[in-house]
């Protein structure tokens, strides 16, 4: 049976996704920033925390040596927002193109639509929303992405994964249907 969510995530949660990392398996890998609901901060370096792979319970810190020990703190925004916030010294985040100092607000809309961070030019993170409905998914069939689109498709595999029918997929080239 499909596990319930929560009563506490009805609404989405601000989330750091590895779109682009060192080590090329570890794309896909979250941090949901649940602390900030709270009041409380989330330091992210290299070190800490774990960020897991959608329905694994463990999971790795970036442990990147290029990127600091001092973290970018990211904290609770303004309406729903987040800010994030780069120490001197620390490591080097761009954003849109240019590098952070100092902090930087980021309201809903900008999160719904997904904010790439670079860090220390090595490690993509993608700062987005996360719906209350792919929190609390399962299997992710080993595939990486988690909008609506992907849920689709997966409800679709597991539809004729059993049945011993040809199926024919259909995608952009490069989509990854060979995979």
């Not at 319930?4 to 750091?16: C, G, K, M, T």
């Not at 290029?66 to 990211?74: I, N």
Request: cysteine-free; aromatic content about 2%.
């Amino acid at each position: 049976l499909p596990r319930r969510p929560r009563a506490e995530s009805s609404r989405s949660l601000p989330v750091l996704t590895i779109l682009s990392h060192p080590t090329p398996q570890r794309a896909g890998e979250r941090l949901v920033l649940e602390a900030l609901e709270t009041g409380q901060t989330v330091a992210v370096s290299r070190v800490g925390p774990d960020f897991t792979a959608p329905g694994a319970t463990l999971g790795l810190p970036l442990a990147d040596t290029f990127l600091s020990r001092k973290p970018v703190v990211f904290e609770r925004g303004e309406k729903g927002g987040v800010r994030l916030r780069v120490e001197p010294g620390g490591t080097q985040v761009w954003v849109e193109d240019a590098p952070l100092t100092g902090t930087r607000d980021f309201p809903p809309e900008a999160l719904a639509l997904g904010v790439p961070l670079v860090l220390a030019e090595r490690i993509v993170l993608l700062l987005h929303l996360q719906s209350p409905q792919t929190q609390s998914r399962g299997d992710d069939l080993g595939m990486v992405g988690h909008g609506p689109g992907m849920q689709r498709v997966r409800e679709d595999v597991i539809r004729v994964a059993d049945l011993k029918v040809p199926v024919l997929i259909r995608g952009e080239t490069g989509s990854g249907k060979t995979t």
